[in-house]
T-cell receptor
Framework: GDSVTQMEGPVTLSEEAFLTINCTYTATGYPSLFWYVQYPGEGLQLLLKATKADDKGSNKGFEATYRKETTSFHLEKGSVQVSDSAVYFCALSGGTNAGKSTFGDGTTLTVKP | EPEVTQTPSHQVTQMGQEVILRCVPISNHLYFYWYRQILGQKVEFLVSFYNNEISEKSEIFDDQFSVERPDGSNFTLKIRSTKLEDSAMYFC?????????????FGNGTRLTVT
């Protein structure tokens, strides 16, 4: 079945540092890839997505590029802010198990002023 | 912006009791899901629901679990006889269409505590 592997956390950065959270996936077919963010006490919300190879999703300064050759979808941001502190989830849908989305384990990011 | 709403936000119950978690998906969405999250980390798929029937369920979704869309707006998850290990955050989600390009829209969750 499908699977998503994220880099282990937690990640602690200083404000304005560069962020990378690695994500790789296993799926057959041509899944769509997503990053979701979860702020404390809230549900998951979509951060960005990419639906085919070489697509770049971007939102709020975050970017991720769908790399089919390396089956990766790494999340990056050039300069993080304290308000970016949250849990980040990589996910896919439309792969082997087309009817559901499969999530990575989540990476907790803490940004210190 | 339309949102998925879940009630209650927190439910405490004793082991062996029945609980019903309620969700109102976004009105024009057709696909509905329940996920759970333990210890604020891993998000686990429970069940998907379309056209008034379950389309897929996980191993977690055993005979103690059931879902229902009783009135065209609410979408409920029932746990018949709760166990301690059912303690988790339960998230309802909905998706607009059949294409998997469209993201899931999540509610803020119900924290279930089984004592």
């Amino acid at each position: 079945g499908d699977s998503v592997t994220q880099m282990e956390g937690p990640v602690t950065l200083s404000e304005e540092a560069f962020l990378t959270i690695n994500c790789t996936y296993t799926a057959t077919g041509y899944p769509s890839l997503f990053w979701y963010v979860q702020y404390p006490g809230e549900g998951l919300q979509l951060l960005l997505k990419a639906t085919k190879a070489d697509d770049k999703g971007s939102n709020k300064g975050f970017e991720a590029t769908y790399r089919k050759e390396t089956t990766s979808f790494h999340l990056e941001k050039g300069s993080v802010q304290v308000s970016d502190s949250a849990v980040y989830f990589c996910a896919l849908s439309g792969g082997t198990n087309a009817g559901k989305s499969t999530f990575g384990d989540g990476t907790t990011l803490t940004v210190k002023p | 912006e339309p949102e998925v709403t879940q009630t209650p936000s927190h439910q405490v119950t004793q082991m062996g009791q029945e609980v019903i978690l309620r969700c109102v998906p976004i009105s024009n969405h057709l696909y509905f899901y329940w996920y759970r999250q333990i210890l604020g980390q891993k998000v686990e798929f429970l069940v998907s629901f379309y056209n008034n029937e379950i389309s897929e369920k996980s191993e977690i979704f055993d005979d103690q679990f059931s879902v229902e869309r009783p009135d065209g707006s609410n979408f409920t998850l029932k746990i018949r006889s709760t166990k301690l290990e059912d303690s988790a955050m339960y998230f309802c989600a909905s998706r607009e269409g059949q294409t998997y390009n469209s993201p899931l829209h999540f509610g803020n969750g119900t924290r279930l505590t089984v004592t």
